[in-house]
């Protein structure tokens, strides 16, 4: 009997294989990157034993294997799509550069809150083939990555929306098109009648939240049937424009996670009061300039850390007052000495974070951690 083959042995290979074996399917698994020792390699893989190839997200499907496998006709997916194969649930897509985390959150949240039970899946952490091991939910709130779209196969949405595009993953993709047509092919896997849905055609202002975000996710879940949109008890993700504290009638937000241009450009529309903004690291060979239109009205002054300072200064001193800071804590301190009630200090670096923290969950906290300790600096 022919076998599935797992590409990728993390977590979303892992629950495919369990959900395999729980359909009874016989499975091998390759990776190169395990800790575990046994593993077969792709020299040691026949072709002609395998009818079905699982691919992980992080695996460039543009290999020579992978093309064979083509060739022959054996079917080549994802997690994703094999549990799509499966899902009887009623499902909702959503994709986009910046804020699809906290689009899907809190569609999530709007449906829960009107007592239909919905679960968010897919790039946002938990896979769906995990979720299908033991299965309760309503709604399948799914959010997806260009990488899992490559690999989509089934039009099995009830619902599809697809946030800003900018360019990002082009080490991947041969061209920011390249990505961006991979982005928008999401709404091709749409049922006949099923809701398309583009960010910027839906948009509604609550503090703290993208207007796209907000807009989208209530669009999404009224369609769905929800009949309410009170952000009471929502649960923002962790270092994605989340709220961190108030001192003095200054307010400071937490926005590690953006790592590219327009996720600050992103950020800065999402505040009304005058912003501060903390940015830089490591720099990523995108221009700087398209934020000097966005800031404007905006943005009060620029602290910029990291080894992109200077580049940030270059492109935007002449519309914009850049302070250079030696530290992250040495940017909050500063920025704080200078705010005036009701301004708040962002960090939204715009940057990767790896010329100082660990990751950008590592930055986060330590602006969480410095924020928390200023104490009453303005006195």
């Not at 961006?180 to 703290?208: A, H, P, Q």
């Amino acid at each position: 009997m022919k076998k599935s083959l797992i590409i990728g042995w993390g977590r979303s290979g892992r629950t495919a294989g369990a959900f395999l074996k729980k359909l009874g399917r016989e499975f091998v698994v390759f990776d190169d990157n395990s800790e575990v020792s046994d593993l077969p390699t792709l020299g040691t893989i026949y072709l002609s034993d395998i009818n079905q190839i699982i691919l992980s997200p992080g695996f460039d499907p543009r290999c020579t294997f992978i093309d064979e496998a083509k060739k022959r006709g054996i079917e080549v997916i994802g997690e994703m799509e094999l549990g799509l194969k499966y899902v009887k649930n009623r499902c909702i897509g959503i994709t986009g550069t910046n804020g699809k985390t906290t689009t899907t959150l809190l569609c999530a949240h709007f449906l829960n809150q009107s007592g239909i039970k919905a679960v968010c899946l897919g790039n946002i952490g938990t896979p769906l083939t995990e979720y299908l091991l033991d299965p309760g939910a309503e709604i399948l709130v799914l959010e997806f990555s260009s990488y899992q779209i490559e690999t989509l196969k089934s039009r099995s949405l009830d619902a599809v929306a697809i946030l800003n595009i900018s360019p990002n993953h082009l080490d991947r993709y041969d061209s920011f098109e390249h990505y961006r047509d991979t982005k928008l092919r999401l709404k091709e896997f749409l049922k006949e009648d099923g809701l398309y849905i583009e960010g910027k055609d839906c948009t509604e202002f609550v503090e703290g939240i993208h207007p796209e975000n907000y807009g989208v996710a209530k669009r999404l879940a009224s369609h769905m049937r929800a009949k309410s949109f009170s952000m009471d008890g929502f649960k923002r993700p962790e270092h994605r424009l989340s709220f961190v504290c108030e001192k003095e009638g200054v307010s400071f937000y937490n926005d590690s996670k953006s790592t590219n241009v327009e996720s600050v450009i992103f950020a800065v529309e999402s505040i009304e009061d005058p912003i501060i903004l903390i940015c830089g690291g490591v720099h990523k060979g995108f221009p700087y300039a398209p934020w000097k239109k966005a800031f404007q009205k905006r943005v009060k002054r620029v602290y910029a850390i990291g080894n992109s300072a200077k580049k940030i200064a270059k492109e935007l001193e002449s519309d914009f007052d850049i302070i250079f800071a030696d530290s992250l804590e040495d940017a909050v301190k500063k920025a704080y000495l200078s705010a005036e009630k009701n301004d708040t200090i962002l960090l939204s670096p715009g940057c990767s974070s790896f010329d100082h923290f660990k990751n950008y969950e590592h930055r986060g906290e330590e602006f969480i951690r410095i924020a928390n300790n200023l104490g009453s600096l303005k006195l």
